[in-house]
T-cell receptor, first 114, second 116 residues
Framework: AQSVSQHNHHVILSEAASLELGCNYS??????LFWYVQYPGQHLQLLLK??????LVKGIKGFEAEFIKSKFSFNLRKPSVQWSDTAEYFC????????????FGKGTHLIIQP | NAGVTQTPKFQVLKTGQSMTLQCAQD?????MYWYRQDPGMGLRLIYY???????DKGEVPNGYNVSRLNKREFSLRLESAAPSQTSVYFC???????????????FGPGTRLTVL
């Protein structure tokens, strides 16, 4: 069975600080990897995804993530956060075929202080 | 194009009552999913339907049933609600085109359910 581990449950940063949220998964086969964001009171939106090709993927709002296969990791980064990045961030994985549901990490609650 | 819609937005039930959560998508997607979100637990898959006419259990199916009514609609039923089913329920869909690799899931706005 797949599992996803997010290292930080709560992160507090000041505006303009750099962000890195850790994500590790356990699955030996081909995977699709996703980062979703949930702004307060809203539904989940896709930030970025990786399934093949360049392991450094860029998403919306200046976010990027790097897939490191040897470490089973897919960490999310942003060079300079804004107050509007305050949200819950979820790392998720499913198997190569893509029909299965997503396995989510427990989420990271990010608070950006102005 | 409304995307994924869910009804109702909020619901309060008493223990033992039954109800059906409705989900519909207008994106002609093949696969649909039901998740529940609990504090500190992330989202967990309840049931999914890879294609019209098929349904499969996810991680936490106990106490729930589903119906893939047609390609657009996928409902979740609680036959006898329990306080442990208090949660936020999200429906999602994906086109599952081609090899299926990299197809993102699109989420609805959620249903907040409280069971007393």
């Amino acid at each position: 069975a797949q599992s996803v581990s997010q290292h930080n449950h709560h992160v507090i940063l000041s505006e303009a600080a750099s962000l890195e949220l850790g994500c590790n998964y356990s699955y030996g086969g081909t995977v699709n990897l996703f980062w979703y964001v949930q702004y307060p009171g809203q539904h989940l939106q896709l930030l970025l995804k990786y399934f093949s090709g360049d392991p450094l993927v860029k998403g919306i709002k200046g976010f990027e993530a790097e897939f490191i296969k040897s470490k089973f990791s897919f960490n999310l980064r942003k060079p300079s956060v804004q107050w509007s990045d305050t949200a819950e961030y979820f790392c998720a994985v499913n198997s190569g075929g893509g029909a299965d549901g997503l396995t989510f990490g427990k989420g990271t609650h990010l608070i950006i202080q102005p | 194009n409304a995307g994924v819609t869910q009804t109702p937005k909020f619901q309060v039930l008493k223990t033992g009552q039954s109800m059906t959560l409705q989900c519909a998508q207008d994106m002609n997607h093949n696969s649909m999913y039901w998740y529940r979100q609990d504090p500190g637990m992330g989202l967990r898959l309840i049931y999914y339907s890879a294609s019209e006419g098929t349904t499969d259990k996810g991680e936490v199916p106990n106490g729930y049933n589903v119906s893939r009514l047609n390609k657009r609609e996928f409902s979740l039923r609680l036959e006898s609600a329990a306080p442990s089913q208090t949660s936020v329920y999200f429906c999602a869909s994906t086109p599952l085109m081609g090899s299926g690799r990299g197809n993102e899931q699109f989420f609805g706005p959620g249903t907040r359910l409280t069971v007393l």
